[in-house]
């Protein structure tokens, strides 16, 4: 079988770019050859900085003959049926057709259309010149005299080459032979552009790796990750160093090099005085490296950094590193900059008084400084929600609300709310907006803040995402809640909400954040009162908008739950549209499944939901159903034992439920598994007694009124 070997060559492709390329590449050309009626056994994408690669084996060498018939109108049809039917088949006249006689439907047309197969170049050769001009580049540019001309072709950077060859291992392959904008394939590439810029001529995927390899190219983007991360981790080692790891930055750095060389390089002692995540930012966005720290001394920074360079140089690097060390010592300087004005007095001090006295603030101290700005400069947070300071304002008033529901001071709350936004104005986060938050909580222990405040600070924007931690500490929490629901109520109110795939303002992790919190946190909150108090500050929040806000956050439940493993049917059953305790359902579901995974839960389930059917039967037929059960019509034992039972069960199962012990509710209708059994096996319910039938179906009613305190047993499944 035939094996496929495409690169595309151009210059440099931005590193953010190339892995997902690469897989838009295999993904449009082995649909292709799909679609062509080609098959293949295997295909792998590879990539570097200058070239995406198709390594694509076991090919069919020639798609199947086809044969088919297309059925078309009655031979008595309207001259326009038969003409739209012609077009459809290709055909050019109704005498190319075949007559086809049916008893029913009488003579109609038949088109017998022959397609021979194609030899899998000349599709390929089809192909790629399609995929390469309607490639989904987010960015792409065109070059040279062409360029001017309409159609002209577009890549992410200047296309340089294709190389394109087929053939089966045991024979010479072939040169897929095509053209676009004067770029024709052939069985050439180049290799690293400074230390092997010469011709490589290759036949297939095997020798073609291992000429670029001794070329100064390493094809696999992986591979040329684990030999960044293994040399960077044995050289800061050979230093007494740790390397400090960042998945992000190693993939970046893979995607800026064809052959990595690790390098170390250095910065002076005095910048160590900076914040350790400023120097790690300051020295991965500008320089593309990574930082090291003294082995075995925490998370302390040393002066020396790695970085990847793309050639061997003759000094062993030493150039490189030393250019390098000058930026990243210039871009430290800003830092420092950055780092010690933030701690000093705001040049408009004077001008802060107002919006001092309006938060509670001391301007001796710097963050209070930056908070009262903040307010001052009357910074929009929403055209329609108002400023940054009128919204600090609401999430202050709403911490102290939730202060005590979470167990915080909600002197402490407010102060951390007041502070919570006041890094937006620093130095340092405007230079860095990643570290809003943490840079808070420096400069409040800086300023001797108590370290709850200090905490929520940094930590009322978690959880960023399903795999952020949860803030425990409860001034923390109640922020976090403040912040998160008083952005949620404001949208609403507005009318902005998510939309399909839309979600400008991350509204779903907002939503998810508190649930995470509250289900995490094992927190009890009523949320309707929430959003009543919360909505009360905006023109726009009702009664529907409040509905609609607590649905919105029974899909994010759901959503959450479901990716712990929860059954959706159980999150179904127990979910009613007044659920405004997101704990209480999370207890909820978890006893039902515990319930439902025992026998009595299984059996009771099948009686309930027999009970459920009766009773939807016979009040869809308009059968009379007793208002109350009277045991005088009783006629069977079974009877007055299921209302024995009933009583009790919904009795106790209801006083277990106000206790909030859903595992004692759920016991207390286990009772009722043997009664309902014994109903069933031993009962008629359409007796034809009309008063002794309406009696037994509002029996019936009660099992499902005792079932229903604790879920809805018709939505669940079995």
Not at 227 to 250: P, Q, S, W
Not at 514 to 542: C, H, M
Not at 612 to 631: H, S
């Amino acid at each position: 079988m035939p094996d496929l070997l495409l690169e595309l060559r151009s210059e440099e492709i931005p590193a953010r770019m190339q892995r997902k390329a690469a897989g838009d590449l295999k993904k449009m050309l082995t649909d292709g050859l799909v679609e062509a009626g080609l098959t293949y056994e295997a295909a792998r994408e590879y990539w570097t900085p200058r070239r995406l690669t198709l390594d694509i084996r076991g090919v069919t060498a020639r798609s199947k003959d086809i044969r088919e018939e297309i059925k078309g109108p009655s031979t008595t049809a309207p001259e326009q049926a038969v003409q739209g039917f012609l077009r459809k088949a290709g055909l050019s006249s109704v005498a190319e057709a075949h007559v086809h006689s049916d008893p029913k439907k009488g003579d109609f047309y038949v088109a017998h259309i022959s397609k021979p197969g194609r030899a899998a170049e000349e599709i390929i050769a089809d192909l790629v010149p399609g995929i390469i001009r309607n490639f989904p580049w987010p960015k792409s540019m065109r070059w040279g005299p062409a360029s001017a001309k309409p159609g002209s072709l577009r890549w992410v950077r200047p296309l340089q080459s294709i190389l394109c060859t087929f053939g089966p291992e045991t024979e010479e392959p072939v040169v897929v032979d095509f053209e676009i904008d004067g770029i024709r394939s052939g069985n050439t590439t180049y290799g690293h552009r400074f230390m092997a810029p010469g011709e490589i001529t290759v036949r297939r995927f095997d020798d073609y790796v291992s000429k670029l390899e001794a070329a100064k190219v390493v094809l696999d983007a992986d591979r040329r990750k684990e030999i960044i991360l293994a040399d960077a981790r044995n050289l800061a080692f050979a230093n007494g160093l740790d390397l400090v790891e960042d998945e992000g930055l190693l993939e970046e750095v893979s995607g800026l090099v064809e052959w990595p060389v690790v390098l170390m390089g250095e910065f002076e002692q005095d910048f160590l005085a900076i914040p350790a995540e400023v120097i790690r930012l300051t020295i991965r966005a500008n320089q593309k490296c990574f930082v090291t720290r003294p082995q075995g001394e925490g998370e302390a920074l040393s002066n020396r950094f790695i970085l990847t360079s793309n050639i061997e140089a003759r000094d062993g690097g030493r150039e490189i590193a030393h250019g390098n060390g000058k930026v990243v010592r210039a871009r430290l300087s800003d830092a420092l900059y950055f780092w010690t004005t933030d701690q000093g007095d705001l040049p408009d001090l004077g001008e802060l008084d107002a919006s001092a006295k309006k938060f509670g603030l001391d301007l001796k101290k710097p963050l209070d400084q930056r908070m009262a700005r903040l307010d001052h400069l009357g910074v929009t947070f929403h055209a329609k929600l108002g400023t940054q300071g009128e919204r600090v304002g609401r999430i202050r008033r709403l911490a102290e609300e939730l202060a005590p529901t979470v167990g915080a001071d909600p002197t402490l709350a407010a102060r951390a709310a007041v502070l919570a936004k006041a890094d937006l104005t620093t130095e340092v986060v405007g230079e860095f907006p990643e570290l809003q938050g943490a840079m808070g909580r420096k400069y409040a222990l800086l300023q001797g803040e108590h370290p709850s405040v200090a905490a929520a600070i940094e930590e009322h924007y978690k959880p960023q995402g399903p795999s952020d931690y949860v803030p425990s500490d409860p001034v923390s929490v109640a922020v976090a809640l403040a912040d998160k629901l008083d952005t949620l109520v404001g949208f609403w109110a507005i009318d902005e909400k998510p939309t399909g795939s839309k979600d400008p303002y991350a509204l779903r992790r907002a939503a998810l954040g508190v649930v995470r919190i509250l289900v995490e946190d094992r927190i009890q909150l009523r949320l309707s009162s929430l959003f009543a108090s919360a909505g009360a500050r905006y023109a726009g929040s009702g009664a529907d908008q409040i509905r609609d806000l607590l649905a919105f956050f029974h899909d994010r439940l759901k959503v959450y739950l479901r990716d712990q493993g929860a059954r959706h049917d159980l999150i179904d059953a127990v979910i009613t549209p007044q659920s405004d305790d997101l704990l209480q359902i999370v207890r909820r579901v978890e006893a039902l499944g515990s319930f439902l995974d025992t026998e009595d839960g299984k059996n009771l389930l099948a009686g309930t939901k027999r009970a459920a059917n009766i009773l939807a039967a016979e009040e869809k037929k308009k059968t009379a159903v007793a208002e109350t059960v009277e045991p005088a019509l009783f006629k069977e034992n079974a009877e007055k034992s299921l209302f024995a039972a009933v009583n009790q069960a919904e009795k106790q199962a209801g006083e277990a439920i106000q206790n909030e012990d859903f595992s004692a509710a759920m016991l207390a209708l286990s009772a009722l598994r043997e009664p309902v059994d014994s109903f069933f096996e031993g009962v008629l319910v359409n007796d034809e007694d009309l008063s002794v039938r309406a009696n037994r179906l509002a029996l019936l009613t009660r099992i499902r009124a005792a079932t229903g305190q604790v879920a809805d047993f018709s939505k669940i499944a079995g």
